[in-house]
């Protein structure tokens, strides 16, 4: 692995347009399971598919409602691990080496914000409401702390936009759901025209995310693959089979050294 770590390193040296794109492994380390783990504790006989979905939240609020305060909870005392700091360091390097490194998420909790990374959202916000029409937001979460308005245990009927006949909804991309134009376009374009394209922690088998290595491809760049499991990514030219609080440490300490 350290060969392989070298050789990356050596590539990402010398690029200077880097596109990353991070997926729930990159918080595993953090405590926060991955999609495709089992479910933990009360949520095993559902699963996402069942709950993170438009048609389930207008059918049963509450209850989408009750898996989102559930997440929160597991979420709420979370930290960055070092493969976030790793990452927000060399973010941070980059603004005096020249590198142009753009960082985008499919995750929902703000990992890479509290390690100090700018970072896009594909996927949205664990910790934001919205208004499922006019996207006025509504009671940004403040982390952890609970009070029953915040907990949004609303009761079965949905809870109406005072501004449009919207109503009240956690600002996520459900299943079935179109990706937030600008975040999407950020991702693209960042994906288009950068030299060395990096897979962090998913297992690229959500569109159109899954997309962005394939489109960064067909433009010439190297993809680099960090991620302990095999995936569909088959166009990986250095593969780091590896936790990525290990080797993101190592990764950025050899490319800051260079
Ligand atoms: P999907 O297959 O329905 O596609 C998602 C959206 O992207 C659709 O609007 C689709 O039209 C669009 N799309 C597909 N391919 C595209 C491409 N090549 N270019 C541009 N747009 C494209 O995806 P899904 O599995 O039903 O999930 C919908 C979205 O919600 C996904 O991005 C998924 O990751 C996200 N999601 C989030 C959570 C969560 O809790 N954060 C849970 C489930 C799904
Ligand atoms: N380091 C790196 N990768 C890891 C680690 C780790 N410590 N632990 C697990 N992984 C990898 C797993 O091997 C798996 O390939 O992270 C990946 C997690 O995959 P998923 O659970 O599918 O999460 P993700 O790829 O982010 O899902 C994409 O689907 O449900 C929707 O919108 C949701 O954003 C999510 C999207």
Redesign the pocket.
């Given at each position: 692995l350290i060969a392989e770590v070298e050789r990356a390193a050596k590539l990402l040296g010398t690029k200077r347009r880097i596109c990353i794109l991070t997926g729930a492994g990159i918080s595993a380390e953090s405590g926060i399971p991955t999609f495709r783990d089992k479910q933990t504790g009360l949520w095993e006989n559902y699963g996402?598919e069942d709950l993170?979905t438009p048609e389930a939240f207008v059918r049963d609020p509450n209850l989408v409602w009750s898996w989102y305060q559930w997440r929160r909870q597991v979420v709420a005392d979370k930290k960055p691990n070092p493969a976030h700091d790793a990452l927000a360091q060399w973010q941070y390097h980059s603004h005096s080496s020249g590198q142009h490194i753009t960082l985008i998420t499919?995750n929902?909790d703000d990992l890479h914000e509290q390690a100090g990374s700018t970072i896009t959202h594909?996927?949205?916000h664990l910790w934001r409401n919205r208004c499922s029409q006019c996207k006025t937001p509504y009671q940004k979460q403040s982390r952890g702390s609970y009070s029953s308005a915040d907990t949004m245990d609303y009761n079965e009927e949905l809870i109406s936009c005072p501004h449009c006949d919207g109503y009240i909804r956690p600002d996520?991309?459900?299943?079935?759901?179109?990706?937030p134009v600008q975040a999407?376009e950020t991702a693209e374009e960042a994906a288009a025209n950068c030299e060395v394209f990096i897979s962090i922690g998913t297992s690229s088998l959500?569109?159109?995310?899954a997309?962005l290595a394939q489109l960064a491809k067909d433009n010439a760049a190297k993809i680099i693959e960090i991620n302990p499991n095999p995936t569909p990514n088959t166009i990986v030219d250095i593969n780091l089979a590896e936790k990525a609080g290990m080797v993101m440490p190592l990764l950025i300490q050899k490319i800051t050294a260079l």
């Amino acid at each position: 692995l350290i060969a392989e770590v070298e050789r990356a390193a050596k590539l990402l040296g010398t690029k200077r347009r880097i596109c990353i794109l991070t997926g729930a492994g990159i918080s595993a380390e953090s405590g926060i399971p991955t999609f495709r783990d089992k479910q933990t504790g009360l949520w095993e006989n559902y699963g996402a598919e069942d709950l993170a979905t438009p048609e389930a939240f207008v059918r049963d609020p509450n209850l989408v409602w009750s898996w989102y305060q559930w997440r929160r909870q597991v979420v709420a005392d979370k930290k960055p691990n070092p493969a976030h700091d790793a990452l927000a360091q060399w973010q941070y390097h980059s603004h005096s080496s020249g590198q142009h490194i753009t960082l985008i998420t499919q995750n929902v909790d703000d990992l890479h914000e509290q390690a100090g990374s700018t970072i896009t959202h594909l996927h949205g916000h664990l910790w934001r409401n919205r208004c499922s029409q006019c996207k006025t937001p509504y009671q940004k979460q403040s982390r952890g702390s609970y009070s029953s308005a915040d907990t949004m245990d609303y009761n079965e009927e949905l809870i109406s936009c005072p501004h449009c006949d919207g109503y009240i909804r956690p600002d996520i991309v459900w299943f079935g759901e179109a990706l937030p134009v600008q975040a999407w376009e950020t991702a693209e374009e960042a994906a288009a025209n950068c030299e060395v394209f990096i897979s962090i922690g998913t297992s690229s088998l959500v569109y159109p995310a899954a997309g962005l290595a394939q489109l960064a491809k067909d433009n010439a760049a190297k993809i680099i693959e960090i991620n302990p499991n095999p995936t569909p990514n088959t166009i990986v030219d250095i593969n780091l089979a590896e936790k990525a609080g290990m080797v993101m440490p190592l990764l950025i300490q050899k490319i800051t050294a260079l």
